[in-house]
Structures are given as structure tokens and as C-alpha cells.
């Protein structure tokens, strides 16, 4: 498929076609080869003191075995990251994104104390995500052993598995609404752990797939993507990231501007829009409303669950508010859209019970 220079690290657009490995997810199973995301480990006697104040959610509540989505940010508020954090007996590990690592590991080092230690492992971990309702089916396909641990996993939760003789952390999250698992594998091996995930014999083959469905996959869960949706110049209150924003928690970098962003009521929200008729919004475009400009898009594609053009955009709050009417100006093109209820995509399986 067409290639695509991401970070540095060269990664498919797509291997088929976006829409067929975009639907493969939605009904089946795909694989995604994301080892250029970003592993680091944190260790020490105040590593949990130490990720409170560097994070966003709370730590203390992740026990051994569960993960959590947080975000990083800057004493401004800005979001220097966003990223998933898995926790084990003696460390936590810490899942970036892959455009970030160099940029987080010098935030978090110049922040260390001497009882906290963290390495970067970025160039040791491969990753590949399961996404799909039959993800698990497949999983259990290739599993040599503990199948039982991989069956009985739940949401934003991790364990060990075996599969082609290699130790594997199987992790529950996912990026993409539906029923998926990430594993994470340090060292070599990753291609035969691909290999045996792809030629497992089932009725529906487990497609590879790209970056560009895993961008409308992710779109249609309003998933915010960094760089796009979020970055150092947005707060996670007006992304709406509060939930994983935990104000009382006690001292975090970013939380006195967060506290007081808060009090003083969101300029700005990111909100899920929908276009009447054809055209796609791109990142960018000016959001118009009562002939001024009152936001722009951040991101925007054509819905292959939906066959609805769809997008995400940062406007004024006047006009957050489901069934507001829009105005993007698109290419000198006019698009009518309507602020809608997110996630656009509501059939998901990622949290079901299996």
C-alpha cells in the first residue's frame, strides 16, 4: 500500500483499502503493527507519588494489572501528551505516542527525584493491536498458554500470554470502539506473533490495517489523535478529556491552570459534527456560525460505519451544543454541518462482557 513517513518510521497508509480494513474492525478482526509508539518504564520507591504529579487522571486508583488513559501536561495546562499506563508488581509502563518520545522522556527526566527511575524502551517494545468483535476469538486461536487469563480479562486490564513459545503483555484497551487487545512484546519476535495471528484459520480473515482506518476508526469514537485534536496549545477540560482530568486529586503539574480554567468557564469546546451532503471538513477549516469565525476543524473524514461526512472542530461554547448549526469553509466550499452526540459510532464491543 502507499507509505507514509510517520516520526520517522515508515507505516502504510493502507494495505487493501481503508474502507474494507475499516470494516474488517468494525465486523471482524484487524492487526495494526504500532511498535513506533513510545514505551517507557518507570520504577522506584516513589514512582506512584512521582506519575500523580506528572499525570493527569489519578494514579493511586490503578492496581497491579489494570491500565489507565491519562494525559501529561505542561503548568500552563497544555497537553505536552496523551497516553496509556499499564501497571505491574515492581513498575508502570508508560505507552506514548511515537511523534512525542524524545519530547516526554526530557519532560519527565528533568522532573525525576532520585528515588524514581525511568528508561526509555521505545526501541525494544514491538506492539500489535487485535482490534475487532472476534478479536478475542483470534487471540485465543494463537494462544499457547494461560488462554484462561486472556479470556477472563477486562476492560483496561493486562496479562501475560504465550504465544509462539514468546512472553507476551496482552493488554485490553484499544483506539478503535470495539473488543481489542494490545501486545506488547520486548525483543525480537514480533513478526512471528504477526504471522501466527494472521494465518489462524477463521471464516474472516484478519485483515492488516493501516493508518488511514485506524484514523476513521478512531474518528467515529471522537478519540482525540495529538497533534491534531489535542496538543501544548489545548487544555484537556475544553478537548473533553475532564474525565480523565482529576482536579481534587492533590498537586499536579498543570492543575492550579486547570483549576482555574474551570472556574472561570470554558471559551472553547471540541465538539463532534456532521455534514449534510457531500464534501469533508479537513483540519484546519474555519468554523463559521452567526457570519463570524467561531472555531476550526480538527479533524474530519468520511464515516465508513456512517457513509456520513464527520469531524471534530474546537468552537466557541455558544455554540457546542448538539443541533447548533454550522458553517465550514472548506476549500472555498460552503458545508453545512450540525454539532451532533458523540461518539458518532455507538456499536461498539470495546467494553463488552466476552
Given at each position: 500500500?502507499?507509505?507514509?513517513?510517520f516520526?520517522?518510521?515508515?507505516?502504510?497508509?493502507?494495505?487493501?483499502?481503508?474502507?474494507?480494513?475499516?470494516?474488517?474492525?468494525?465486523?471482524?478482526?484487524?492487526?495494526?503493527?504500532?511498535?513506533?509508539?513510545?514505551?517507557?518504564?518507570?520504577?522506584?520507591?516513589?514512582?506512584?507519588?512521582?506519575?500523580?504529579?506528572m499525570?493527569?487522571?489519578?494514579?493511586?486508583?490503578?492496581?497491579v494489572?489494570?491500565?489507565?488513559?491519562?494525559?501529561?501536561?505542561?503548568?500552563?495546562?497544555?497537553?505536552?501528551?496523551?497516553?496509556?499506563?499499564?501497571?505491574?508488581?515492581?513498575?508502570?509502563?508508560?505507552?506514548?505516542?511515537?511523534?512525542?518520545?524524545?519530547?516526554?522522556?526530557?519532560?519527565?527526566?528533568?522532573?525525576?527525584?532520585?528515588?524514581v527511575?525511568?528508561?526509555?524502551?521505545?526501541?525494544?517494545?514491538?506492539?500489535?493491536?487485535?482490534?475487532?468483535?472476534?478479536?478475542?476469538e483470534?487471540?485465543?486461536?494463537?494462544?499457547?498458554?494461560?488462554?484462561?487469563?486472556?479470556?477472563?480479562?477486562?476492560?483496561?486490564?493486562?496479562?501475560?500470554?504465550?504465544?509462539?513459545?514468546?512472553?507476551?503483555?496482552?493488554?485490553?484497551?484499544?483506539?478503535?470502539?470495539?473488543?481489542?487487545?494490545?501486545?506488547?512484546?520486548?525483543?525480537?519476535?514480533?513478526?512471528?506473533?504477526?504471522?501466527?495471528?494472521?494465518?489462524?484459520?477463521?471464516?474472516?480473515?484478519?485483515?492488516?490495517?493501516?493508518?488511514?482506518?485506524?484514523?476513521?476508526?478512531?474518528?467515529?469514537?471522537?478519540?482525540?489523535?495529538?497533534?491534531?485534536?489535542?496538543?501544548?496549545?489545548?487544555?484537556?477540560?475544553?478537548?473533553?478529556?475532564?474525565?480523565?482530568?482529576?482536579?481534587?486529586?492533590?498537586?499536579?503539574?498543570?492543575?492550579?491552570?486547570?483549576?482555574?480554567?474551570?472556574?472561570?468557564?470554558?471559551?472553547?469546546?471540541?465538539i463532534?459534527?456532521?455534514?449534510?451532503?457531500?464534501?469533508?471538513?479537513?483540519?484546519?477549516?474555519?468554523?463559521?456560525?452567526?457570519?463570524?469565525?467561531?472555531?476550526?476543524?480538527?479533524?474530519?473524514?468520511?464515516?465508513?460505519?456512517?457513509?456520513?461526512?464527520?469531524?471534530?472542530?474546537?468552537?466557541?461554547?455558544?455554540?457546542?451544543?448538539?443541533?447548533?448549526?454550522?458553517?465550514?469553509?472548506s476549500?472555498?466550499?460552503?458545508?453545512?454541518?450540525?454539532?451532533?452526540?458523540?461518539p458518532?459510532?455507538?456499536?461498539?464491543?470495546?467494553?463488552?462482557?466476552?
Amino acid at each position: 500500500g502507499k507509505m507514509v513517513d510517520f516520526a520517522g518510521f515508515r507505516m502504510p497508509i493502507q494495505y487493501s483499502s481503508i474502507i474494507e480494513e475499516h470494516n474488517a474492525v468494525r465486523s471482524g478482526v484487524g492487526l495494526f503493527d504500532l511498535s513506533h509508539m513510545g514505551e517507557f518504564v518507570v520504577s522506584g520507591d516513589e514512582a506512584v507519588p512521582f506519575l500523580q504529579r506528572m499525570t493527569t487522571n489519578d494514579i493511586s486508583q490503578v492496581e497491579v494489572g489494570q491500565a489507565q488513559y491519562t494525559a501529561i501536561c505542561n503548568e500552563r495546562g497544555g497537553i505536552i501528551d496523551d497516553c496509556v499506563v499499564y501497571r505491574f508488581e515492581d513498575h508502570f509502563l508508560l505507552v506514548v505516542n511515537a511523534s512525542n518520545i524524545e519530547k516526554d522522556f526530557d519532560w519527565f527526566e528533568r522532573h525525576l527525584s532520585d528515588k524514581v527511575s525511568i528508561t526509555d524502551r521505545s526501541k525494544d517494545y514491538c506492539l500489535i493491536a487485535v482490534q475487532g468483535p472476534r478479536s478475542l476469538e483470534l487471540l485465543l486461536k494463537a494462544t499457547d498458554k494461560s488462554k484462561e487469563a486472556v479470556e477472563s480479562l477486562p476492560f483496561y486490564c493486562h496479562c501475560t500470554v504465550t504465544i509462539e513459545g514468546l512472553d507476551v503483555i496482552c493488554a485490553r484497551t484499544g483506539y478503535t470502539g470495539e473488543l481489542g487487545y494490545e501486545l506488547y512484546l520486548d525483543g525480537g519476535g514480533a513478526d512471528r506473533i504477526w504471522s501466527a495471528l494472521s494465518d489462524q484459520d477463521m471464516d474472516c480473515q484478519a485483515q492488516p490495517v493501516g493508518l488511514g482506518a485506524r484514523d476513521t476508526l478512531r474518528l467515529e469514537m471522537k478519540y482525540c489523535l495529538y497533534g491534531n485534536d489535542i496538543d501544548e496549545e489545548t487544555n484537556p477540560l475544553e478537548a473533553g478529556l475532564g474525565w480523565i482530568t482529576k482536579l481534587d486529586k492533590g498537586d499536579f503539574i498543570g492543575g492550579e491552570a486547570l483549576r482555574e480554567i474551570k472556574s472561570k468557564g470554558l471559551e472553547r469546546k471540541l465538539i463532534g459534527f456532521q455534514i449534510s451532503g457531500r464534501g469533508i471538513a479537513r483540519h484546519g477549516c474555519e468554523v463559521i456560525a452567526d457570519g463570524t469565525t467561531v472555531g476550526h476543524v480538527t479533524s474530519g473524514t468520511h464515516s465508513p460505519s456512517l457513509e456520513k461526512s464527520i469531524g471534530m472542530a474546537y468552537v466557541e461554547t455558544g455554540y457546542s451544543f448538539v443541533g447548533s448549526k454550522l458553517t465550514i469553509d472548506s476549500r472555498r466550499r460552503q458545508l453545512e454541518a450540525t454539532v451532533v452526540k458523540t461518539p458518532f459510532w455507538t456499536k461498539g464491543t470495546a467494553a463488552r462482557a466476552v
